[in-house]
């Protein structure tokens, strides 16, 4: 699988912008990257996914680099809420392991109020 | 967004005994689920792929005779722990596709004492 490289951790004050990046150096062509959430004691949650171009959804947007090799998960306006480990994973739709999700470490986000 | 429950959400048990946990997906069928286990402060590690009708596929060093797995309907997977031992106490988690987001149930806290 290819890997992903994330910031141990990152703070933000809320209300504010929060980027949060991840490199993929070694992505290939039909790797998706798609970025999850983990709030404490609870399953992962889906925030956003994209192949090539920019994505928004209502919860973040996605920016991806021109070359793949990194990309770059915004929320607008960060909220307590938004205190989470994220997870930027790479899926495989063009071999054997399509469907499987291959967690890094994460991202820990702190929001201050 | 689709569903995905888990049952029970924690559970204690003694070492020895065997535990069940269920995986349901709601309001969609998943022909395919996953299992995650996750230690305190670590990030999650898949552990099978449950296959319905069919037999799971284990991820290396994963003990199949120890967590047994069972698909029987398009909506639920089960996840048995037998003869559990302190070493088992873990958060599982279990997911499923739908469309193109991975759901994932809110975790089974388990503690063998």
């Known amino acids: 699988d290819a890997k992903t490289t994330q910031p141990n951790s990152m703070e933000s004050n809320e209300e504010e912008p929060v980027h949060l990046p991840c490199n993929h150096s070694t992505i290939s062509g039909t790797d998706y990257i798609h970025w999850y959430r983990q709030l404490p004691s609870q399953g992962p949650e889906y925030v956003i996914h994209?192949?090539?171009s920019n994505v928004n959804n209502r919860m973040a947007s996605l920016a991806i680099a021109e070359d793949r090799k990194s990309s770059t998960l915004i929320l607008h306006r960060a909220t307590l809420r938004d205190a989470a480990v994220y997870y930027c994973?790479?899926?495989?739709?063009?071999?054997?392991?399509?469907?499987?999700?291959?967690f890094g470490q994460g991202t820990i986000l702190t929001v201050h109020p | 967004g689709a569903v995905v429950s888990q049952h029970p959400s924690w559970v204690i048990c003694k070492s020895g005994t065997s535990v069940k946990i269920e995986c349901r997906s709601l309001d969609f069928q998943a022909t395919t689920m996953f299992w995650y286990r996750q230690f305190p402060k670590q990030s999650l590690m898949l552990m099978a792929t449950?296959?319905?009708?069919?037999?799971?596929?284990?991820e290396q060093g994963v003990e199949k005779d120890k967590f047994l797995i069972n698909h029987a309907s398009l909506t639920l997977s089960t996840l048995t722990v037998t003869s559990a031992h302190p070493e088992d106490s873990s958060f599982y988690i279990c997911s499923a596709w739908d469309n193109y987001e991975q759901y994932f149930g809110p975790g089974t806290r388990l503690t063998v004492t």
């Open positions: 994973i790479l899926r495989d739709v063009g071999g054997t392991s399509y469907g499987k999700l291959t």
């Open positions: 449950s296959n319905e009708g069919s037999k799971a596929t284990y």
């Open positions: 994209g192949l090539t």
